[in-house]
Every structure is written in structure tokens, then in C-alpha cells.
């Protein structure tokens, strides 16, 4: 009768956990070779089903998608272009991204070089929208540094309404291309949390050459000007490696834990960092690090993270070896095991470990950096050490494949006991024609202007004797601007926004030191 009982229970819970499946990670979008079919994998069946499909958009690194509830592909991109589920170019996708690395120094169209370079979201207030994070970088030149590099100047985001385009989706005007962070930004490493209350979602973002997070909230209000918060050690980017310039902005990936309680990311330099991650307030804390070192003569930076679906094991690789770590160990940096260095299957073009994704299968699949015709598999990833079973090249591709896709965990709940786990609706759907709110009142050195406008419109601030001392336009393709307060004296300012010579608002803002 136990057994009856045990039986009925497993069942019950098998069906509730495939009920409340969004299936929004079942189709993954791969491949980048050319002359032949692309090729991609689907899990609707429960295991990856490998499928061949002809389009225009490879993937070199970069990799974002998302499905229906239904698990049926909607949009994807390699961020350079983003495509419906016909494998057709997005409704008023065109310009999408701009920037140096998205027009010319990527600009043979197999998609960014990014790490986690997008992500796409659903929309909390609305189910048949969602939004589309991504990153492109610059070319400037590092005074400090006294040579040339690119550099991400912003996290921005574009809105996809699925009922435009007869139901293939679109961006609506106004909607593309917005700022969600305005600052120099490491390279990818753009993930995503639910938030407690099981609808809204954090995102994450690094400054540059800092110990300083971006946090985004997006909720059905829209997305939230960034959180701040400075934790952990100050990353830099050169580092001189047996007189080898290495530049540690060109790899790492980062990871949230599938139960939301853990944040981690790996850096150029053999360095793998573990926070602990309020979903309540979006903050961070209880830093952890482990400096793996240089194992191997050459290939020997950290790329992939990824956790085990019971959320205890941490998987971090290098081009040549995978580890894991015991979360519940009593050192964190202790805990670590090797559990895979990599074989010569491909050789000469070998098949060495690049980043990962835990699967709708409870799988993690980690893509190859050469590119070869398979993924490697860690089939038992809630098993410790080499229990785990790293199956190199385990799953067999069509064509040649080298990333995978940037999932968060769409199927994470609402935190039970949380003091916000509320879920709040409502039925206020009024758009006003203009709103502004600015960010930090008073400033000290950057003004954050955060509007929703229907023209073009004018900033200007003036000083106490109304002299104009600085302003920047609003135009209304963005929803954000900054205005550099930094070399304004301290005290009281007055502004004044203006469209086609009408005043939109009028107010004071402060600035201090």
C-alpha cells in the first residue's frame, strides 16, 4: 500500500512539475556553418530532438531565444539581427543593436562575440510581449591603458509584441534600442532572476574595470532605472601573463542558481566568484572566490559556469578541464574537484569546453570554442565529483556548432513566506503622452532622465541668475538620457523640457559634491 502510495505521490508530482513548465527553453537555435542546413535541438519530447532548418543568421557566440508556453520558438538573435519563428527577419528589427561591433568588426553576419551578449524576458504586465536585452561595444581608445579596445557603453533593450506582423511579432516604434544602463559595461555576462513575487525579473550587468553591479528590475511597469551595488573585488581587464598582453574582457560567463539563491561568474583569469542573491530586494552578498590558476600551458581561462538543477553544484570550465564545487561544503574554494579534462576527439580541431546551459532535460550542454558537430553532455549534474558523468562530444550535431543559448529560469515560482511574494494587478493600462522622473535627486555627477515621450523634446538646466549651464535632447526612440552634472557647482538648478515650443514641465533639481 506504501508503495502504492510512494507511486501515486511521484506521479503527481511529475505532472504537476510538467503543468507549471513554461517550456519557454525547449527549442535551442545552433550552428553557424555555412553551404548546408543550420541545425537546432527541440525538448518538447522530454529529450533533445536535433532538427535542420535553412536561415539567414548564424551563431558565433552570442545566442538568445525564447518560446510560447507552449514551447513553440517566437524570435532569436545572434545580436546583430533577430528572427520570427518563419526564420524571417523581425518586424522593424532593422537597426537593431547598432554599434562598432555589430557593423564592422562582426559585420559578416555570423552574429556578436559575446558571452551572454542577450536575453530575452517575457513582459510581466503583458502575455504577449516580451523583452529583448543586449549588449554591442565601441571603439575607443584606454587612456590608462594607452592602446585601443572595444567596450559595451550601455545595456540596452528592445520591446517584441507578438500581435504585431499577423501574430510572427514585432518591435513597436519607440520601442527599439532603449537604454536600460547608461555606463561602460563589461562584455556580456548578461543574465537574468525571478523576482520573489514569481512575475518580475532582476537583471545583472558589471561595470567596467569595477567592483560595482547593475541591477535591473523588470516588472509590469516597465523596466526600473538600475539598482547599485559594490561587492566583491575590483576586476581589471590587462593582465601581463609571461609577457602576453591578456585582455580579460573577452570571456566569462555568469550564472543564477535555478532555485534564485545564488549568483556566480568566472573572469579571464582562472578567478570563479560566488554571491548569494536576495530575489526580494535584488541584492547580493556573502562573496566567495576561488582562484583556479593556470593548469595548462595554453587555453587555460575560465569561460563556462552553470549549475546543477538541485541548485548544490556549481560547474566551472576552461578551455581544457570542467570543476565542480559543493555548494554546502563548509570552504567553498576547498570544495572544488576536477571532473573532465578534454580529449582529442575532432583533433586537429579539438573539441575544448566553451560555455554552458542547463537544459529542460536537467542535462547542462556545454558548446564547443572550435566549433565541432556535438555538444558535451554533464548527464548526472546533482551528483558529486566525477559521478556527475561528463560525456564529451554526447550529443551529435548535424553541422558545426559552437554556443549555446543564455536561458534564465523561466519556470522558477514565487518565494513562499517571502515578504514580497504578493503578486499585485492592474487594470490601468492609461499611457500619458509625456513622464519624466530623474535619478539621483540631488546629483553629483551623472543626472539620469527617464521619459516617455511621443516627440522629440529639449532638456535644459539653468542656474539661480537663469543662465543655461548645461542640457542634452530627449529624443523619443530612447526612454532614458544622462546629463554630465559633474562640473556644476553645488546648489539649486531649475529645468525646463520643451516640445515644438510647448513647456512639457518645468521643476528644480539639486546638485551636490
Known sequence: MKKLLLVAALQLWCVQKK?????????????YQLFVPDCGLDFSSGSPDTFSVWRNLDFFNTNASICDTTGQI??????????????????????FNPGWATDTFYSSGGGLGFEQGAIGLPDPGDSSSYYLFYITTEWYYHVDEGLYDDQPFHLSYSKIKMSLDNGLG???????????????????????????????????????????????????EGVSPPLE??????????????????????????????????????DFLWNVYLFDFDRCTGTLSNFRKDSIGCLDESLCVTLGCSFSPNSRYLYVNTYQRIFQYDLEAMDFASSRVQVATVDSFGFPYIGYFFI?????????????????????????????????????????????SSSVPNFPNYDLGALPGSPC????????????????????????????????????????????????????SLYNYFKN???????????????????????LQNGKLAVVK
Open 229 to 266: 551595488q559594490s561587492i566583491g573585488d575590483t576586476l581589471t581587464e590587462y593582465y601581463n601573463y609571461n609577457g602576453f598582453i591578456v585582455d580579460t574582457d573577452n570571456a566569462g560567463q555568469a550564472c543564477f542558481s535555478p532555485d534564485g539563491t545564488h549568483y556566480a561568474f568566472v
Open 74 to 95: 517566437l524570435f532569436y538573435t545572434n545580436g546583430q539581427w533577430i528572427a520570427n519563428r518563419d526564420d524571417d527577419t523581425l518586424m522593424n528589427s532593422e537597426q
Open 170 to 220: 514585432g518591435i513597436p516604434n519607440g520601442m527599439k534600442n532603449v537604454y536600460a544602463i547608461e555606463d561602460t559595461l563589461w562584455q556580456g555576462r548578461i543574465t537574468a532572476c525571478k523576482h520573489a513575487n514569481g512575475r518580475d525579473w532582476w537583471i545583472i550587468s558589471h561595470k567596467h574595470k569595477s567592483d560595482k553591479f547593475y541591477i535591473v528590475l523588470v516588472s509590469s
Open 356 to 400: 554552458n546551459q542547463l537544459a529542460p532535460d536537467n542535462k547542462i550542454y556545454l558548446g564547443s570554442w572550435n566549433g565541432i558537430e556535438a555538444l558535451h553532455v554533464i548527464d548526472q549534474p546533482d551528483s558529486p565529483g566525477v559521478a556527475c558523468d561528463v560525456v564529451q562530444h554526447g550529443l551529435v550535431l548535424p553541422t558545426w
Open 421 to 472: 511574494d504578493t503578486v499585485y494587478t492592474t487594470n490601468d493600462t492609461q499611457i500619458t503622452d509625456h513622464v519624466f522622473r530623474f535619478y539621483p535627486n540631488p546629483a553629483s555627477k551623472w543626472l539620469n532622465i527617464v521619459y516617455n515621450l511621443k516627440d522629440d523634446a529639449l532638456f535644459e538646466l539653468f542656474d539661480l541668475y537663469g543662465r543655461k549651464v548645461a542640457a542634452v
Open 481 to 503: 538620457r544622462t546629463l554630465d552634472v559633474s562640473g556644476l557647482s553645488e546648489g539649486v538648478y531649475a529645468y525646463s523640457i520643451r516640445s515644438k515650443n510647448t513647456v
Open 19 to 31: 503543468t507549471f513548465a513554461q517550456n519557454r527553453s525547449n527549442v535551442w537555435e545552433l550552428s
